[in-house]
C-alpha cells in the first residue's frame, strides 16, 4: 500500500500543488477567507525551504505527479541536548487521499531525515479534539502528557 | 510583593546559584542521581546563553545577591509567520520562593523580551498533572488544546 | 570631540534616517539609479535588526537627533572557533559628518558589542583603493593581509 | 583527470582522514605545535558539520578510499541579499595530490552546492603571499579588490 507513492523533499517546481496542500491545511485549522494565512507569508516559508541557511525543510508525498500530503519540519535548539530538536509543525494528507498510510509515511520520513541531521526527538503537537490524527500519532509515537499553554504578545 | 526582586539577564558570575536551580529544576523533571543530565549539555548550554549567535537566553529572579528562580527562552521559525516564535522551554522558582511571584515574573519578563525581539507569541508546555504550574498558567496565558508528542529517534 | 555624539542600537523610529545613511552607502559603492538595492531587500535588512532569531544587528551616531552614521555587524560560525564570529559589513559616515571620529566610535562600539556577545574578532573588508578608510583602519585594527575572491553563481 | 576521483559530502566514517587533512591545513596556517587548534574546537567543527540546525556543511574529495582534500562553507547572512551568502572558509588539497584538479573540483562543488542552497555568491579569503593558489583562484572566480582587516577583542 504504501509502495505506490514517494516521500521527497519539496521542489520549487512543486509549487502549485503544495500551495493547494497548504491551504487546505491552513483551512483545517481555521485559517481562511478573512483569516486566512497573508500570502506574504506563505511566500516567505516557501523560500526558506530553498535557503541553506533556514532550518525549515518541507517533504512531500507525491502519486503519479500529484502530491497527496506535506510535512513541515524544523530544528531548533534545546536546553537539555547537545544536539538540535526536530518540530515537526505541520503535516497534512489530501481528504482523497486519506487511510492510505500518507501520513504515517511522512513521519516516519521526518524521523529519517531528522535522525539524518543529528536529532535524538522529533516531537509534534496535536489538538486534544483530533481523534482522527491521535489514532495514528498513538501507533507512531508517544503521547508526552504534556500541554501547549500560549500567549499572544 | 514583586517589587522586593528583580528580573534580569544571567550574567557569566551566576553559574554557581543558576547551576543550582537548574539541578533543581532537571531533578523535578527526573533528571538526577544516574539519569542526570550530563554535564557537557549544562556547559554547552551555559555558554549559549553568552553567544551572539545563538537564540537561547536565560532571564533570573534575584532578591539581596540570591537567585530565586530561572527561565530559558529561545526563538525559532514559525512556518505560519513571517517572525520567530518564542519557545519558553525551562521555567523554575526555588522552593523556599514559591508563591511570591517569581514564577510570573518571570513569565512576564520573557513576554516583554518577546515581543521586543520581533515575536507575535510565547508558548510554553506543562504536564497535564501539573495542577500547581497550572493555576498560574490558567491566569497569564491560554490553555491552546494542543498536546505534545514525542519520537525518540 | 567624540563626546557630543551617542553611539547606541538602531530603533524602529530612526527608519527615515537610517534609509538615507542607507541609501548614500550603497552609492558609494555603486548600488544606485538603475543598480539601486531592490527596495525589498532594504525592507527585510531593516526587519532583520529587530529580529531575535537574526543574528544582524544595527548601530547607529547620533547628534542632537540626526544620524550621522551607520554600522551592520552579523555573526556567523566559524571552523577554527567554538564562538561565532562577528563581521563588520556597513560602515557609513555621512559626508558632512566626517573627520569628526564617527566611523571610529562606531568601529570601537561595534568590538564592544561583538566582546560582550562571545566573539575573539571582529574582521570587514575594505577596497585596496579606499585609502581614506584604510588611514583610520591601519590606526585601530590589523591589515591580515588576506584578499577576498568572489564568484557569482 | 578530474573522473578518477569523487567529490562529496564528509561522512562521520572520514573522521581520521579527514583529521588528517585538517591538520596538514591548520599547520599550512601555523596552527601546530604550540599553537595548534585546540582539540575542543575540532571536536565541535567536526560535529556541526552532521548537525541539522549548524549551517556548515564539508566536502571531500575521494579516490580508492583516500581523501586527497577537504573544502569547508557555511552560510551566513548579508545585508545586501535576500538569501544568504556562502563563505568558503577552508580549501586544502593533500601534497601528493596537489596538480591534479583536487582544489577546482571543490570549488565547483561548492558553488553547486551553495547554488542549489539558494545562495547567488561564494566568497572566500587567501593570503596575498600565496600566489600558488592564487593560480587557480584567478581561473575560476574574481579577484574583488577587498582586503581583510581584522581586530581581535
Redesign the interface.
Known sequence: MSNNFLVRGVQPSDFAQWKSLWDGY?AFYG?EGKTA?PD??TK??W??F???????HALVVERSGTLLGLA?L???????????T??L??LFTHETARGEGVGRAL?EEV?RY????????????????NATAMRL?DK??????????????
Not at 114 to 129: D, E, I
Not at 140 to 151: C, E, I, Q
Open positions: 491552513n485559517r494565512l506574504a507569508i516567505i516559508t523560500s526558506r530553498f535557503d541553506g541557511y533556514e532550518p525549515m513541515h524544523l530544528f531548533h535548539r534545546s536546553t537539555i541536548s547537545l544536539e538540535s526536530c518540530y509543525q505541520d513521519i524521523c531528522a535522525k539524518h541531521a543529528g536529532c535524538q526527538k522529533v516531537y509534534w503537537q496535536t489538538h486534544k479534539t500519532y507512531v509515537a508517544d503521547k508526552s502528557g504534556f500541554l501547549v499553554y500560549r500567549k499572544t504578545l
